[in-house]
């Protein structure tokens, strides 16, 4: 069983078209993220949720909105696409924030065209 | 705030030699370290954690790392390195702070040759 998955793990799209991306853990932890990983391999955090709650939105564009219907869902909405947002996205989780380590879904490679 | 400085962006090393890749932390509380492994298209897989017990921590893989509180260090080791090592490497803090995130350094990403 994969402890974290997102689908789907690629995404070719045009640009002003809207997206969403699924993140689903098994792994009965509280907190969810989502990192950003850009062309440079650099990780950047975008959102937390703790228990379905948003903690951190880290100066992300509104066009990108998180949702956790559940504990164990987070899903990413992305609206009018644009060419700077083709990047890696990776679905995290973990127990106890901080304390323990985060799992990491295989990722989605979005490519705006 | 926390961060993580890791240097050089790019190392070689021959296969069987030792592999020292560096990781240096800031925080302003007791950290928690981590190095993660990514391999091309895969996500993020942890190889140790530092959470304040031993301060020589074994990971998988071979690999392991000594958290030096006099020099901020957490530098990751393997006496031997395989070509199976080449990959990217990533050390990371935790904002342990209660802002509920973790900072990645810039990634290492390391080369075997044969």
């Known amino acids: 069983d994969t402890a974290v998955s997102q689908t789907p793990k690629y995404l070719v799209t045009q640009m002003g078209n809207d997206k969403s991306i699924k993140c689903e853990q098994n792994?009965?932890?509280?907190?969810m993220y989502w990192y950003k990983q850009d062309s440079k391999k650099f990780l950047k955090i975008m959102f937390s949720y703790n228990n379905k709650e948003l903690i951190i939105n880290e100066t992300v564009p509104n066009r990108f909105s998180p949702k956790s219907p559940d504990k164990a869902h987070l899903n990413l909405h992305i609206n009018s696409l644009e060419l700077g947002d083709s990047a890696v996205y990776f679905c995290?989780?973990?127990?106890?924030?901080?304390?323990?380590?985060?799992?990491f879904g295989q990722g989605t490679r979005l490519t705006v065209v | 705030a926390q961060s993580v400085t890791q240097l050089g962006s790019h190392v070689s090393v021959s296969e069987g030699a030792l592999v020292l890749l560096r990781c240096n932390y800031s925080?302003?509380?007791?950290?928690?370290l981590f190095w993660y492994v990514q391999y091309p298209n895969q996500g993020l897989q942890l190889l140790l954690k530092?959470?304040?017990?031993?301060?020589l921590v074994k990971g998988i893989n071979g690999f392991e790392a000594e958290f030096k509180k006099s020099e901020t260090s957490f530098h990751l080791t393997k006496p031997s390195a395989h070509m199976s090592d080449a990959a990217e490497y990533f050390c990371a803090v935790s904002d342990n702070s209660g802002t509920y995130k973790y900072i990645f350094g810039t990634g290492t990403r390391l080369k075997v040759l044969a």
């Open positions: 995290a989780s973990s127990h106890q924030q901080g304390y323990t380590e985060a799992f």
């Open positions: 925080s302003s509380v007791p950290p928690y």
């Open positions: 530092y959470t304040s017990a031993a301060t």
């Open positions: 792994l009965g932890h509280d907190t």
